[in-house]
Nanobody, 119 residues
Framework: QVQLVESGGGLVQPGGSLRLSCAASRSIFSINAMGWYRQAPGKQRELVATFDSGDRTNVADSVKGRFTISRDNAKNTVSLQMNSLKPEDTAVYYC?????????????WGQGTQVTVSS
């Protein structure tokens, strides 16, 4: 399992920006997929943006052109730059890492960080 520590959430006005970071407890080269999900009150958790094992990105249509996922291999960190934030982006944002081994697939989650977009 991978320990994940998120940071960077907060309160921002519509149109503003925030940057979330997720630090992994081990090299992200050993992680098959890693990225960000979010869950708004009363809604299911949904994918925001992820890297897969081939370093390809998968970004939700609702945030394309506004959110950018990036990785820093030296720091074992995946970040999410969020621009042009909207009230509907308000949610708890979770970092997820997936590892695959002979024992099977394991998903690890961070504790979540609150993002609130409001005037």
């Amino acid at each position: 399992q991978v320990q994940l520590v998120e940071s960077g959430g907060g309160l921002v006005q519509p149109g503003g920006s925030l940057r979330l970071s997720c630090a992994a407890s081990r090299s992200i080269f050993s992680i098959n997929a890693m990225g960000w999900y979010r869950q708004a009150p009363g809604k299911q958790r949904e994918l925001v943006a992820t890297f897969d094992s081939g370093d390809r990105t998968n970004v939700a249509d609702s945030v394309k052109g506004r959110f950018t996922i990036s990785r820093d291999n030296a720091k074992n960190t995946v970040s999410l730059q969020m621009n042009s934030l909207k009230p509907e982006d308000t949610a708890v944002y979770y970092c997820k890492a997936t590892t695959v081994s002979g024992s099977g697939k394991v998903d690890s989650w961070g504790q979540g960080t609150q993002v609130t977009v409001s005037s």
